[in-house]
């Protein structure tokens, strides 16, 4: 009855897992390509820590303590209320085998010669109305409305007491007087409808509505009941739980493995891909770097609190990446490209990844999340024609004050005023200066002169960068460590950067309204396209020669943790703020559609 | 029956067997999810379940008392883009 059913739906429905930068999850189509739903909601993932060698990586959650308490084997058989005894009598002979032809022809209609048939025949038999909440008998062919009572009369006329509506396919009881929910019919109605899916053919009939895939809600396999049966510990994730901390052995001047791992883990969309397991292997056993990410992943949403250590994963850097191999102190930026670009072509598997080789078009989830566009324009100062290229980029690197190569002046136009509330200490660089300084015009001197197709021949030009796309992690690269060829040293310059981070001024097209004379200033704050969230910050101490790296990390949305190798302390955001900083990483906080 | 109820019941046949009704059903089900409609109906529901006596309420209770606020709460331009799918697949398939 009712109230088993209200449970049912209760142990059914999803909770939300706060996202430490709680970017609008609702209306992403990167998410809809991640979770496949029209339907989205936050999506919850809960490891179920097991005793045994199988972990089961669950897709949602389900709340572990139902009105009475004892949680998964509940949900087992609360899964399938019994329906009520008046279907008895329809479920004699070969009764399945029925009622999915009643399906095929008359509900999910898949085939063109079903849907023919369903166009003609699906009428009422009383007064010829298609429209009403048509039902058909279960018990013979009949089509009765449902709105004007049609099939009533014919259910008490002949007492056949189950009918199906033709809308939704559900089963009607009129004894019961009500829409009734029995588990083996549910089966069937299930198996037919996603037949008729496929028959109708693949998501891109659908594109042109702009709808994507067909959302179907996740249901355990009998194998997944099982593995929650028998592992029966469930961890309820709070505001304040540290689940997703989790220290990292140093195996010998590792530390720059270390730190980028810590803010890999905690970039909220590579989390929820990977702990939603969509990584399909194409790889020799043991040789793929994106399923060691994935085991990664299952260390650190373990619970376990005891420090993992990664020697399968320095290994397989060490195999991919041979110039980080060997134990001497590497430099964790470099790691960090190395790792993406392994990670990106061992994503051969997954999706569109079969466009892995080409590195202008791949779609897997490191281009997803990490790839953004920098524009570059040259222009020739004599006919002033530009020449546009587009590059990818997985990371910005920004020259510092004190390097070698000037920094000061700024380009004309800058007004100085606080730009994304950065600490506006007297003298003190910002990141904003720095990508201020990072998209300027250059002039390339006369010893740089490029060969103008307008002109035809070779002149003087500046270049300008500029954001053409910018990725959902945008990760900043600040350029400590020197290695001209006369000295090598590491700039230890302060550098102030935001917790929340408005990328529009350093995009081409803002540049594009700025040289047409139009000021955007006031259209910036209702533009979110561009603003990002400090996430991870990559910290250095000590010296070129012998150094170490630590990270910080956001968990939930206003929580940090100092991350130093194997210990995890919580840090305040101002330990954050007021930190050298080496690799910062921001994250987009809205996600649109494309 | 009518001669508009007969054309009505022609239309309809001709979208069932281009399996354009299906498309239509798809489409219509995703726009409403989009704008809200889909969660504002089901908090209604939840209200509704919750002033009646929670033990009886039926399917034909629910559909009763949520169908008006239903339709009213359909954006007008979710209406419109249906009508243009429609207005176009007749057009296309001008043989009726």
Known sequence: GVPRLVEWHKQRATSGFAAPSSPNQSECSHLQKLHRGSSFSSPVVEHVSSSSSSSLKTKTSIEPKGKHGTGALDVASAMSPAACSHVNGFKVDNW???????YRCFVWSGSAETRKRKAKSCVCHVCGAHLSRLHSCLYCVFFGCFAKKHI???AKSKRHNLAIDLLYGGIYCFVCQDYIYDKDMEQIAKEEQRKAWKLQGTSHLFAPAGIGERYSTWEPTKRELELLQHNPKRRRITTNCTIGLRGLINLGNTCFMNCIVQALTHTPLLRDFFLSDRHKCEMKPNS??????????????????????????????????????????????????????VLHRHCKGDDNGKKANNPNHCNCIIDQIFTGGLQSDVTCQVCHGVSTTIDPFWDISLDLPGSS????????????????????????????????????????????KIKCSGCHSYQESTKQLTMKKL???????????????????????????????????????????????????????????????????????????????????????????????????????????????????????????? | MSKESQLRALVNQKLIEMGERERLKELLRARLIECGWKDQLKAHCKDVIREKDSEHVTVEDLVAEITPKGRALVPDSVKKELLQRIRAFLAQHATL
């Not at chain 1, 399945?96 to 009643?102: A, D, E, F, P, T």
């Not at chain 1, 920094?407 to 201020?436: H, I, K, Y």
Request: aromatic content about 12%; hydrophobic content about 35%.
């Open chain 1, 96 to 102: 399945k085998q029925n009622l999915r032809v009643i």
């Open chain 1, 152 to 154: 009533h009369e014919h």
């Open chain 1, 288 to 341: 793929c770097l994106v399923c060691e990410m994935s085991q990664l992943f299952q260390e650190f949403y373990s619970g376990h609190r005891s420090p993992h250590i990664p020697f399968r994963l320095l290994h397989l850097v060490w195999t991919h990446a041979r110039h980080l191999a060997g134990y001497e102190q590497q430099d964790a930026h470099e790691f960090l490209i190395a790792a993406l670009d």
């Open chain 1, 471 to 594: 990725p959902i992690v945008a990760c900043f690269h600040l350029k400590r460590f020197e290695h001209s060829a006369k000295l090598r040293r590491k700039i230890t310059t302060y550098v102030s950067f935001p917790l929340e981070l408005d990328m529009t001024p350093f995009m081409a097209s803002s540049k594009e309204s700025r040289m047409n004379g139009q000021y955007q200033q006031s259209m910036d704050t209702l533009n979110n396209d561009n603003k990002y969230s400090l996430f991870a910050v990559v910290n250095h101490q000590g010296t070129l020669e012998s150094g170490h790296y630590t990270t910080f990390i956001r968990q939930h949305k206003d929580q940090w943790f100092k991350c130093d190798d194997a210990i995890i302390t919580k840090a305040s955001i101002k330990d954050v703020l007021d930190s050298e900083g080496y690799l910062l990483f921001y994250h987009k906080q809205f996600l649109e559609y494309e």
């Open chain 1, 405 to 448: 190569t000037p920094f000061w002046p700024l380009s004309p136009g800058s007004d100085g005023s606080v730009v994304n509330g950065e600490s506006q200490m007297s003298g003190a660089t910002t990141l904003t200066d720095c990508l201020r300084r990072f998209t300027r015009p250059e002039h390339l001197g006369s010893s740089a």
